[in-house]
T-cell receptor, first 113, second 113 residues
Framework: EAQVTQNPRYLITVTGKKLTVTCSQN?????MSWYRQDPGLGLRQIYY???????DKGDVPEGYKVSRKEKRNFPLILESPSPNQTSLYFC????????????FGPGTRLLVL | DQQVKQNSPSLSVQEGRISILNCDYT??????FLWYKKYPAEGPTFLIS?????DKNEDGRFTVFLNKSAKHLSLHIVPSQPGDSAVYFC????????????FGAGTRLTVKP
């Protein structure tokens, strides 16, 4: 079954405590990205990767890091989380950036106290 | 600055009737538009798309209309079914790619039996 998995699904943490949200896809997609969803703002792209070792900033990259060492994995790293990073996060993958083939993960709800 | 706006946070319609979801955009460089559907606790899934060279695209019960002069698109669902109850996101991009895709805040559709 084609899928994008994210872990954890829910996370409560405190300001400044480094965390990583993992993302993995089983479709051999070249393109992966991270979004955050906030009330009234829709989804905003944080970072994207067009292939292994190629990453680029999206619309709201401040406070986040990513890496793409393997094609299937695209972890999101918050080195020093702050309360304004409390949000619902989605990982997505697609074939070479084609919008119709974009699959989203189920989401990770993060609360930073 | 929200370049894609869905001004109706929610919409309720009776089963069998037409649902019309609206979306406005401000960036005249957008030339590719998509609608995504999202159920609770799941990621968004692609529903239908349209490029700026068309003014209408139809897929079964779903039709998207694009009015470039008004910078407005709409999604029509006919007939509406209870299983269509979800949050619908409008998205737009410059060119056929996922980079810098801008999303609206979403409209929650409820279809009553």
């Amino acid at each position: 079954e084609a899928q994008v998995t994210q872990n954890p699904r829910y996370l409560i943490t405190v300001t400044g405590k480094k965390l990583t949200v993992t993302c993995s896809q089983n479709m051999n997609h070249e393109y992966m990205s991270w979004y955050r969803q906030d009330p009234g703002l829709g989804l905003r792209q944080i970072y994207y990767s067009m292939n292994v070792e190629v990453t680029d900033k999206g619309d709201v990259p401040e406070g986040y890091k990513v890496s793409r060492k393997e094609k299937r994995n695209f972890p999101l790293i918050l080195e020093s989380p702050s309360p304004n990073q409390t949000s619902l996060y989605f990982c997505a993958s697609s074939l070479a950036g084609t919008p119709e083939t974009q699959y989203f993960g189920p989401g990770t709800r993060l609360l930073v106290l | 600055d929200q370049q894609v706006k869905q001004n109706s946070p929610s919409l309720s319609v009776q089963e069998g009737r037409i649902s019309i979801l609206n979306c406005d955009y401000t960036n005249s460089m957008f030339d590719y538009f998509l609608w995504y559907k999202k159920y609770p606790a799941e990621g968004p899934t692609f529903l239908i798309s349209i490029s700026s060279i068309k003014d209408k695209n139809e897929d079964g019960r779903f039709t998207v209309f694009l009015n470039k002069s008004a910078k407005h698109l709409s999604l029509h669902i006919v007939p509406s079914q209870p299983g269509d109850s979800a949050v619908y996101f409008c998205a737009a991009s410059e060119g056929y790619n996922n980079n810098d895709m801008r999303f609206g805040a979403g409209t929650r559709l409820t279809v009553k039996p």
